[in-house]
């Protein structure tokens, strides 16, 4: 195998020094490929990405046809930051991977690899409280399991290209539905290069105790990662999904484009939970979206923290009468960031509920967006929809913009909008360190503060993970 | 013994002058009143002391048992075990008065040593019960929509707690009614263990009814004019103000 000396980045080495832990992420050990599609985006990636994968016909027409939309559409920088033009779709390598098969045992997993999952604690989280585990590095998962018990329920936990060849039943019927490859630029990209990610099906009336995990790593330069996740939960069951996703810091930029597309049929829950630590140089521009058919539920929480600029605004298609949906984000925008992120709301049945609390953070010069969408037709009868974005403002250069679009049509409906802007003032930090805590702390400890509310609806082990990394974040930013 | 001493002390808000040349020594145990009319520089005196950033100390020093606090960060100044009670204290919504108190111990232990959670909590109930607090209080967000009496007993409580050497109690009794001015005084009180060093700064000498002061201190135009015993206070109580600028302007 190969070398597995560690190669820390100059930042970390120099943080480590004084004393200061900035990025747990901030790492990455060298790994040979077996599988590289090279540097830029033609037929001939695509076709190279299909061979290795061994795909259908069909999942090849679908990714050049996305190929093609990709092409054709222009980057949305009518209504979003030009900063998606420094993005160099040439310069970027599409797949990269040690095999295609991920290993159900981690000691089988090849020692380079499974040296990063373990320094970020992902064996550990598995044993202590997981259902199940997906670790994917780079293009590739290395590591799947399901616990026996899971699986013995019938619940399906697979990689996509695994899915589409062993489960096609299932999943084609609702692969690209809720996302059409066509719905944004980058949903295009997706569909025409994705790799990894996690198809999982959930039979009817299975309540899944334990939360299944998906670790998204990146570890090569120039790279963009394009996991694809399709979720599907039958009737009456109940899931939920965590995802975290780290990747060193680089000079150069790095893409991570995913799609996730979530299914809950009658009477189902959804929970999928997020918390991203990427490093500042990462492109994230992530299309989530969810169909909740009769009396389900689709519950996003999704925290964002770190990387250059993050486009993602998770959405729930209210397609069945009486169907709930829900998003809980958080956005902290440091130094140098950019958080644009937000909600949608689509109400396409009567009595459907949608709620949507959003708070977000900015730092020095770090600038959060957030953009809601609340739509609500005519035809419909008794549908509500509660939204709430806050933003905290630390350090006067920072800027904070709202874009909420509401349409509501017809009478009967009931919808709620608040917005705060806060700051957290001089005089609050001074207060908080005439107590004896560090400037660090008494920001970090003000955060946690806004966030608090939401924070407590998350399962203990993330609202814990959340803390720590805020704390990083505020230490790095004091300096 | 410890003790804090301010050495000709000039604080400026820019760049106008504010306190000019305070010299004041304060023994551990002992309480010491400034008292003066507004805008006389006693906030000020004690803020600087804390070291707010809007605060330039132009000249002088304050030594805490024989060590400058000047060069410090405000955080720093805390953990060597100075304590300002806030005239207006922060509000700091979603974060509990219990966990802020306990990160403020957690400060001082450093990121070696975790700080005992149960030793805690029986600490917190007992400073509680000694000043008469509500077991509820302490699971509510800091200073958040509380009445000033609250706020104040909130100063008190994190006080007990964080055991200071010097406490810089600043205007403890604005915005007080008399049963909050004497909740928060028996508070005080209770903490004159004979370890505590205390600089009481107030307007009125109402508070001094409460919380008898070992001297008394008379702050005008950024000097200390008069120093004395609690009865020097009395004589301000009765004669007023202007009877102490007649006085000065015949001196």
């Known amino acids: 195998m190969a070398d597995t000396d560690i190669l820390e980045t100059q930042t970390a080495a120099a943080s480590s020094v004084a004393g200061i832990d900035q990025s747990v992420g ?89 040296k990063t999952f373990e320094r970020l604690g992902i064996p550990e989280q598995e044993r202590k409280f997981l259902a199940g585990v997906e670790a994917q590095f780079d293009s590739e998962a290395a590591y799947s399991n399901i616990k026996e018990v899971v699986s013995k329920q019938g619940v399906i936990f697979v990689n996509s290209s695994e899915a589409l060849r062993t489960h096609p039943e299932i999943f084609r019927k609702w692969f690209g539905k809720v996302i059409p490859t066509g719905d944004n630029k980058f949903s295009a990209l997706n569909s025409a290069v994705f790799s990894g990610g996690s198809f999982i099906y959930v039979p009817p009336g299975v309540k899944v105790a334990h939360p299944l995990q998906a670790y998204f790593r990146i570890n090569a330069e120039n790279f963009g990662q394009f996991e694809r996740t399709l979720i599907i939960v039958d009737e009456g069951s109940e899931l939920t999904y965590m995802e975290g996703c780290t990747a060193p810091k680089f000079s150069t930029s790095t893409l991570h484009s995913a799609v996730v597309e979530l299914v809950a049929l009658k009477g189902a829950k959804i929970q999928y939970i997020t918390v991203q630590n990427w490093a500042p140089n990462v492109y994230n521009l992530v299309t989530k979206r969810g169909l909740a058919h009769e009396e389900a539920e689709i519950k996003w929480i999704d ?85 709430e974005c806050d933003a905290l403002l630390i350090n006067t250069n920072s800027r904070t913009d709202t874009y909420p679009a509401i349409t509501v049509r017809g009478q009967q409906h009931a919808v709620q909008h608040e917005a705060s802007v806060s700051k957290v003032s001089e005089e609050m930090i001074f207060y908080m360190q005439s107590r004896g805590l560090t400037e660090a702390q008494a920001m970090s400890l003000a955060v946690n503060g806004f966030v608090n509310d939401l924070v407590r609806q998350f399962p203990m082990e993330y609202s814990v993970e959340l803390k720590r990394l805020i704390d990083l974040e505020m230490e790095s930013s004091v300096g | 013994m410890s003790q804090l001493v301010i050495q000709d002390l000039h604080v400026s808000i820019g760049d106008k002058p504010v306190v000019k040349s305070v010299s004041l020594t304060i023994k551990q ?25 809007d605060y330039t100390i132009t000249q002088g020093d304050v030594l805490l048992d024989g060590r400058s606090l000047l060069a410090m960060e405000p955080d720093e100044r805390a953990r060597a075990g100075l304590f300002l009670a806030f005239q207006y204290p922060s509000e700091i919504p979603g974060v509990s008065i219990a966990n802020f108190i306990r990160a403020a111990l957690q400060a001082r232990l450093g990121e070696s040593a975790e700080l005992d959670a149960t030793g805690y909590y029986k600490k917190l109930y007992e400073k509680m019960d000694l000043l008469k607090i509500d077991r509820k209080f302490t699971s509510r967000s800091v200073n958040d929509g509380f009445s000033g009496g609250e706020k104040k007993r909130c100063e008190i409580l994190q006080l007990a707690m964080l055991d200071p050497k010097f406490a810089l109690m600043d205007e403890t009794d604005s915005g007080l009614d008399i049963d909050a001015l004497r909740v928060v005084a028996d508070g005080v009180n209770k903490l ?31 000097h200390i004019v008069r120093s004395g015993d609690k009865s020097l206070a009395l004589e301000l109580e009765a004669k007023g103000y202007a009877w102490l600028k007649k006085e000065l302007v015949h001196a």
């Open chain 1, 26 to 114: 901030d790492f990455k050990y060298d790994v040979k490929y077996d599988f590289d599609a090279g540097t830029g985006l033609s037929e001939r990636t695509i076709r190279y990405i299909s061979d290795v994968k061994k795909e259908a016909p069909w999942i090849r027409e679908f990714r050049l046809n996305a190929l093609k939309t990709f092409l054709a559409k222009p980057l949305p920088t009518h209504w979003a930051t030009r900063d998606l033009e420094n993005l160099n779709f040439d310069k970027i390598r599409y797949y990269l991977s040690q095999g295609t098969k991920p290993k159900r045992t981690w000691d089988e997993v090849p020692a380079d690899i499974k």
């Open chain 2, 192 to 222: 004159r263990t004979g370890q505590l060093g205390i600089l009481l700064i107030t307007h009125y000498q109402r508070l001094l009814n409460y919380i008898v002061p070992d001297f008394v201190h008379v702050m005008h135009e950024g």
């Open chain 2, 29 to 53: 145990g002992e309480v010491h009143a400034v008292m003066g009319p507004n805008g006389t520089g006693k906030s000020t005196l004690a803020k600087a002391i804390a070291g707010h950033p």
């Open chain 1, 303 to 387: 925290c964002n923290i770190g990387s250059r600029l993050t486009m993602k605004y998770p959405g729930v298609v209210l397609k069945g009468r009486k169907s709930r949906g829900e998003v809980l984000s958080i956005a902290l925008a440091n130094d140098g960031q950019h958080q644009d992120t937000g909600a949608k709301m689509v109400h396409a049945a009567d009595e459907t509920t949608s709620s949507i609390v959003a708070k977000s953070i900015s730092v020095g010069q770090g600038r959060s967006t957030y953009r809601g969408l609340v739509h609500i037709p005519r035809r419909l009868k008794g549908c509500k929809n509660n939204t």
